[in-house]
């Protein structure tokens, strides 16, 4: 299997429709990158966060960017759940970013997922960004909509279980839903880890619809 190396980044962009999305869906894939690559620039944006969980936001993304030596940390606060009736100002908004950053890879929803706000930020990413290596991540739910992807990241168990402990420790207001606990996102970092025969048995994935080597 051939691998290529994620070395040299300039710029990550990680897009993510609620407060937790970002590290749930690739957390443990930006701390790696960072550690290879503390000097990119990491441009974290959250389109719905507001009061408690902007808060928990703000201090979730800078513990996982505490590798990073610059990054920029967007919150925004439309309306969660109606992200559809807000179609023309979110668009406007993923545009505003596309104008200002051009980089090496764009973390966001998958296109398939049922939420219809990951739905609609995913569609608007590959809008807005048609010229950059899109890596959608995956985000468990109840609707079951997990799919097949084709690019792994493996991570070390440490890495685990910083991702799931900043994850679980950063969002208080999560902690009495049945789905956020450790187990969940452990379990989904070991079957992807099965799946690419992962060293440590553990890993993060992606679907990419378009990649040019």
Same mark, same amino acid.
């Given at each position: 299997?051939?691998? *290529?190396? =994620?070395?040299?980044? +300039?710029?990550?962009?990680?897009?993510?429709?609620?407060?937790?999305?970002?590290?749930?869906?690739?957390?443990?894939?930006?701390? +790696?990158? =960072?550690? $290879?690559?503390?000097? @990119?620039?990491?441009?974290?944006?959250?389109?719905?966060? $507001?009061?408690?969980? /902007?808060?928990? /936001?703000?201090?979730?993304?800078?513990?996982?960017l505490g590798?990073?030596?610059?990054?920029?940390?967007?919150? &925004?606060?439309?309306?969660?759940?109606?992200?559809?009736?807000? @179609?023309?100002? %979110? +668009?406007?908004?993923?545009?505003?970013?596309?104008?200002?950053?051009? *980089?090496?890879?764009?973390?966001?929803?998958?296109?398939?997922?049922?939420?219809?706000?990951?739905?609609?930020? /995913?569609?608007?990413?590959?809008? $807005?960004?048609?010229?950059?290596? %899109?890596?959608?991540?995956?985000?468990? &739910?109840?609707?079951?909509?997990?799919?097949?992807?084709?690019?792994?990241?493996?991570l070390d168990?440490?890495?685990?279980?910083?991702?799931? !402990?900043?994850?679980?420790?950063?969002?208080?207001?999560?902690?009495? &839903? *049945?789905?956020?606990?450790? !187990?969940?996102?452990?379990? =989904?970092?070991?079957?992807?880890?099965?799946?690419?025969?992962?060293?440590?048995?553990?890993?993060? @994935?992606?679907?990419?619809? +378009?990649?040019? =080597?």
């Amino acid at each position: 299997m051939y691998t *290529p190396p =994620l070395t040299n980044l +300039k710029s990550i962009l990680c897009l993510g429709c609620h407060s937790d999305d970002i590290e749930i869906g690739c957390g443990g894939t930006i701390l +790696k990158l =960072l550690r $290879a690559c503390p000097e @990119a620039q990491v441009h974290w944006v959250v389109l719905s966060g $507001a009061g408690e969980r /902007a808060d928990e /936001a703000r201090t979730s993304a800078e513990r996982f960017l505490g590798d990073s030596s610059q990054h920029n940390i967007m919150i &925004k606060d439309f309306r969660d759940r109606f992200f559809p009736q807000q @179609a023309e100002e %979110i +668009k406007n908004f993923v545009h505003s970013v596309s104008s200002e950053v051009s *980089p090496d890879i764009v973390f966001t929803h998958r296109l398939e997922d049922r939420h219809q706000d990951h739905r609609m930020v /995913a569609e608007l990413t590959w809008n $807005a960004f048609r010229n950059h290596l %899109i890596f959608e991540y995956e985000i468990p &739910k109840y609707e079951g909509d997990l799919g097949q992807p084709n690019v792994f990241m493996p991570l070390d168990k440490e890495l685990c279980d910083a991702k799931i !402990d900043i994850t679980y420790e950063s969002f208080k207001s999560q902690q009495d &839903k *049945p789905w956020f606990t450790h !187990d969940t996102f452990s379990s =989904l970092l070991r079957i992807r880890g099965l799946e690419c025969n992962s060293p440590s048995g553990y890993a993060e @994935a992606f679907h990419s619809r +378009k990649m040019v =080597l």
